[in-house]
């Protein structure tokens, strides 16, 4: 008997090891399968890997308004230059548009003015390493902004940060002749600090400045005029210095346009951006360009001037599986323009019997990208491809004088554009627009039309159509499939004419500025796409939050405050937080009913929210800086003490006031110099402790 069982014994005990060992050795082979499969469906996610086309995740925000560059064109910018025969090389790095225009304006003019093959240059579209490798003898322009705290553009970063690291030699650049121009706005903290910057680091690679370094002022609306004095002096410097010969042509199309009797129209580009059409799969898979309705829209401030309205608008993105958002992100928006304004200026130009008929645009310099569809119609050009109620620059009108239908109206204009100061009064007193410009002939001439105004001198010189940048007020934990956004309309009033108020285009046109019917109906085809943000709540929900917001600047906080709000409710920690909120009365006191419902729910005895209002008659006037000073103590302590982080969001002036009272805080708090205590600011932003997300005070 004990034979037996000793026998048994044996044999289940070489049975469990062999069970053991085959199941060890199935485990590993499915730990081999499972991560060779996350690895084919998921490249790049498992083992961090270079990628080849890494340089589109930071292309201009627009992606490729101006044209979609081929895949198989090379990141080499010397090799760009040989293939294009360019002669000059114009970079850009534009984060709303601007710099972009001026740089593609300035290649045209290289065409005319000198007759030279330029190349104009999306900065993120070419290894910044390769500048040095330019032959000697072509010319470099620079043209770039400066945004939020003298940050560059999103396509421009790679450039900025190789041209400032150690990797560029003293001498590297000795062979380079550049000039540069910077768009900035005064009201922010690091006024052009972009263009200084690389001025600086191309001065000390031994590239050669052939002019001043121009900068533009948004603040006081004279980048134009400062960029054409700036242009004035680089064409002489390349007569001068360069030896080119000028021999001012007049204006030479960019584009041909031709009718296209056999295309049909399903073949036409008539709605979607074309950075929809151009964008690569990659941008397409990341964050693609969709289009979806506005599911609510109703207004949720009042203000004393009856202009101004603020609308909580809320999209609707069900039906769109691709599309993700994170709390803190911005959505950006394709305007339309106004359909009056879009007949009108049709008329005006003798196009409105033939405006839908197809038309076929193409680049005359094969090299050179369209910043239109290549194949859609006058109409859809001037409701959603162009910004057709930009202003007109002086340097336009100058241009446009060659196709007046009259010698008087052709003389008129000349005088306009001759003299910045006159020019300047006229803009002081007249909302200009090219089709307000054209009614503005009509005075002398009766109803003259401009029917020798050909369509390619609108595609070259009005600027192509951008989006507009909100941010998100809604939280994904709340609202997956939905985003909405809290837009307010403030039109800005001409200087010389204070009655007259000029409309943001496309705020007007979300928060209800359209009233006429199939307008309205409109609103079901708005084209839109996230863009990520780095404006992010910490990981850990139990840091405590400080954030200072003004007017729509609340929008990124409600969302935070919903996250929040989530993560109390499921049992977890929340951190105490503190919203200080400048508005002007209890009229445009936005989301206060949702605010108290977090406090006294489930953000109660953790959320304070400190209101400034400048205007109410119930209250002492205060704004939103003067609130954090009065709690200057509080801040410091949460900023140093307790390792809180700080968040800012509204117009840059309020910005700067409200830094200002903080580092005072901190000072106090630490004792430290003011130096030490901007050393501290600096640290904390980059360790993701100090945001800021502000805007110029313009209208969108």
């Given at each position: ?341 879009v007949e009108t200026l049709l008329h005006m130009v003798g196009l409105d019997e033939t405006k839908d008929a197809i038309l076929r645009i193409a680049p005359l310099d094969e090299h050179m990208a369209l910043k239109v569809p290549s194949l859609t119609t006058a109409h859809a050009l001037f ?258 003490a307790q390792g809180a982080a700080i968040y800012i969001c509204g117009a840059a002036t309020m910005a700067t006031l409200v830094r200002e009272v903080v580092l005072e805080a901190v ?34």
């Amino acid at each position: 008997m004990s034979a037996v069982t000793s026998f048994w014994q044996v044999f289940y005990t070489k049975m469990e090891a062999a069970a053991l060992e085959t199941t060890i050795a199935d485990c590993l082979v499915l730990v081999i399968v499972a991560t060779a499969s996350a690895y084919l469906y998921n490249p790049g996610k498992l083992i961090r890997q270079a990628d080849p086309t890494i340089a589109k995740l930071f292309e201009r925000p627009q992606l490729g308004l101006a044209g979609v560059r081929r895949v198989n064109d090379s990141r080499n910018i010397a090799e760009k230059m040989e293939e294009t025969e360019a002669d000059v090389v114009v970079f850009w790095g534009s984060q709303s548009g601007l710099a972009e225009s001026l740089a593609h304006r300035l290649g045209r003019e290289m065409i005319r003015r000198f007759k030279l093959r330029p190349l104009v240059a999306d900065l993120s579209d070419y290894e910044p390493q390769t500048i040095a490798l330019i032959p000697e003898g072509k010319l470099a322009l620079f043209v770039m902004s400066t945004y939020g705290e003298g940050d560059p553009s999103d396509n421009a970063q790679e450039f900025v940060t190789w041209v400032k690291s150690r990797d560029v030699g003293a001498s590297a650049l000795k062979h380079i002749r550049y000039g540069a121009f910077g768009c900035g706005n005064r009201n922010y903290r690091f006024y052009n600090k972009v263009i200084r910057d690389v001025e600086n680091c191309l001065d000390k690679a031994g590239a050669v400045p052939i002019l001043p370094t121009g900068h533009g002022n948004e603040a006081e609306g004279t980048t134009e005029e400062v960029f054409v004095e700036w242009k004035h002096m680089l064409f002489s410097a390349c007569k001068t210095k360069l030896g080119f010969t000028d021999h001012d042509a007049g204006y030479i199309p960019s584009v041909k346009v031709v009718q296209d009797l056999t295309a049909a129209m399903d073949d036409a580009e008539l709605y979607r951006p074309l950075a929809a059409i151009t964008a690569s799969p990659m941008i397409s898979r990341k964050a693609p360009i969709f289009c979806a309705p506005i599911k609510m829209r109703h207004t949720i401030a009042s203000y004393s001037d009856k202009s101004r309205t603020c609308a909580h608008l809320v999209a609707g993105i069900a039906s769109q599986r691709r599309v993700k958002y994170r709390t803190g992100d911005h959505l950006l928006i394709w305007p339309i323009n106004p359909a009056e304004e879009v007949e009108t200026l049709l008329h005006m130009v003798g196009l409105d019997e033939t405006k839908d008929a197809i038309l076929r645009i193409a680049p005359l310099d094969e090299h050179m990208a369209l910043k239109v569809p290549s194949l859609t119609t006058a109409h859809a050009l001037f409701s959603r491809h162009l910004e057709i109620c930009a202003p007109v620059s002086r340097e336009t009108i100058a241009t446009l004088a060659a196709f007046a239908p009259t010698a008087e109206t052709q003389s008129e204009l000349i005088a306009l554009s001759r003299d910045r100061d006159s020019y300047s009064e006229f803009l002081a007193n007249n909302h200009v627009t090219l089709l307000r410009l054209l009614q503005y002939t009509q005075k002398s001439e009766g109803m003259t039309l401009w029917r020798n105004l050909p369509l390619s001198f609108m595609i070259d010189f009005l600027p192509a159509m951008k989006p507009r940048s909100y941010s998100i007020s809604s939280s994904p934990v709340q609202s997956p499939r939905e985003i909405s956004l809290s837009v307010s309309v403030k039109p800005t009033p001409l200087v010389g004419k204070p009655d007259v108020l000029i409309p943001g285009l496309t705020s007007s046109f979300l928060s209800g500025g359209i009233s006429r019917d199939e307008d309205m109906s409109r609103l079901s085809s708005i084209y839109m796409q996230v863009k990520t943000s780095s404006f992010k709540l910490p990981i850990k929900p139990a840091v405590p939050i400080i954030m200072v917001a003004a007017g729509t600047g609340i929008a990124p906080f409600r969302a935070f405050l919903q996250d929040r709000a989530h993560v109390a409710t499921v049992g977890h920690e929340v951190g105490p937080m503190i919203l200080f909120f400048g508005c002007q009365s209890e009229d445009d006191y936005l989301y206060k009913d949702e605010l108290d419902s977090l406090k006294h729910g489930p953000l109660v005895d953790r959320l304070e929210v400190v209101p400034a209002f400048s205007r109410s008659p119930d209250h002492e006037k205060m704004y939103v800086n003067h609130q954090v000073e009065a709690k200057a103590e509080q801040v410091g302590q949460w900023l140093v003490a307790q390792g809180a982080a700080i968040y800012i969001c509204g117009a840059a002036t309020m910005a700067t006031l409200v830094r200002e009272v903080v580092l005072e805080a901190v000072k106090a708090e630490t004792g430290w110099s003011m130096d030490e205590t901007e050393a501290w600011r600096l640290d904390c932003k980059k360790s993701r402790k100090w945001h800021e997300d502000v805007w110029s005070e313009t209208c969108k």
